[in-house]
């Protein structure tokens, strides 16, 4: 039998009880599909920060390095809101990144037709939505240098450079193009390049890649029109690829035009290495109290599926069970309109289990 290592890190707030609910639903895969996950917990995060002292420690890494893919929970409370930046456990969110060298992140926008009316926009405008934001997230201001704040003539100054270097543009723009081709063969590729020169290099490597993806229609906006165009004509996207920054920023916006941000996965993934978490954060005030929304995790052990094992038809079996448990009438609170059944994080998450065998059947 298939055997895939998946080094799970719960994390913070309410992490812990998201992944058990995804955990819950691997392990019915592998009865229905014949595999074997092993499961490898480490920490991250503030967890990690109170029992190591630092909020990423070798030995998580390790353990990642050693895994076939990594699902991850969430980071970040009150609690640690107040060390330096240097030390927070965003930290070693940004380190697992840089140090796994997942240089794209895959982040999926797509309009569920039953929660149509939680977007703040007409259902007109938004049905239909189905977009993929391509970030690149290994460069860019977050990571280059010189950056910091200094002093100039007596004053303060502060720092940060967007640097690409081209080689860094192209790997990136190729996963897009690849992505583009599997699905409608769209690509929006977004810089500043009437402004910023990295920007006209992104746009020429984006052209010179182009060039092996004929099939594949490119368009190219700038970052401040295409901000624009998502609320506008959010349904006429299909795959978007942009810079870490620009990414951080549409990547957001996208999620809040399709609705629900308990409903965004995620994916990061380099050429070794992929890491799979919700788009949403550790939500501490809902910490604990059995009321999480587990889907947008649930989606992202989907994308693991897809992405990281091949296993494309479970990843979309996960994703009509979920589909089907919306149209049931399930909702956790976050996404509760009136006339629908209001559940918790266990009970949504056995109605997508009793969906997922009924489906398989
Ligand atoms: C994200 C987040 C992170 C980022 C923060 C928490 C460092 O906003 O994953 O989009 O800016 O990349
Ligand atoms: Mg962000």
């Given amino acids: 039998m298939k055997t895939f290592k998946v080094a799970v890190l719960k994390g913070d707030g309410i992490g812990p009880e998201i992944v058990n609910s995804t955990l819950e639903v691997l392990r019915v895969i592998e009865d229905l599909f014949e595999v074997k996950f092993e499961f490898r917990e480490g920490l991250i995060g503030g967890t990690a920060i109170d029992k190591t002292g630092t909020p990423l420690p070798e030995e998580t890494l390790k353990l990642c390095k050693e895994s076939d893919a990594v699902l991850l929970g969430a980071v970040g409370g009150p609690k640690w809101d107040n060390l330096p930046t240097d030390k927070r456990p965003e930290k ?104 910023l020169e ?23 906006l700038y970052v401040d029109n295409c901000a624009m165009q998502l609320v506008r004509r959010p349904s006429s996207f299909d795959v978007i690829v942009t810079g870490n920054i620009f990414g951080d920023i549409l990547s957001d916006e996208a999620g809040v035009v399709v609705g629900s941000l308990g409903m965004l996965p995620s994916a990061s993934v380099g050429d070794r290495y992929a890491l799979y978490e919700p788009v949403h954060g550790s939500a501490p005030d ?23 094992f091949g296993m494309d038809q479970a990843g979309e079996l996960i994703e ?19 006339g629908t059944k209001k559940v918790g994080t266990e009970e949504m998450t056995a109605q997508i289990i009793k969906n997922l065998k009924e489906l398989k059947r």
């Fill in 286 to 308: 809902i910490a604990g109290q059995g009321i999480a929304n587990p889907i947008a995790t649930i989606l992202s052990a989907s994308m693991m599926l897809k992405y990281s």
């Fill in 92 to 195: 070693g969110l940004l380190r697992i990144r840089k140090e796994l060298d997942l240089y794209a992140n895959l982040r999926p926008a797509k309009v569920w037709e039953p929660l149509i009316d939680s977007s703040p926009l007409k259902p007109e405008v938004v049905r239909g939505t189905d977009m993929l934001v391509v970030r690149e997230l290994t460069g860019d201001v977050y990571y280059g240098e010189p950056r910091g704040v200094f002093e100039e003539n007596g004053k303060r100054v502060g720092i940060n450079t967007m640097r690409y270097t081209e080689d860094e543009i192209r790997r990136v723009a190729v996963k897009a193009f690849e992505i583009a081709r599997k699905r409608r063969k769209k690509l929006t590729s977004v810089d500043k390049s009437n402004v």
């Fill in 198 to 220: 990295v920007s006209g290099l992104w746009k020429e490597v984006v052209e010179e890649v182009h060039k092996d993806y004929p099939d594949v229609e490119l368009e190219h």
């Fill in 320 to 338: 009509k069970a979920v589909e089907k448990t919306l149209e049931e009438g399930y909702r956790t609170p976050d996404i509760y309109s009136e």
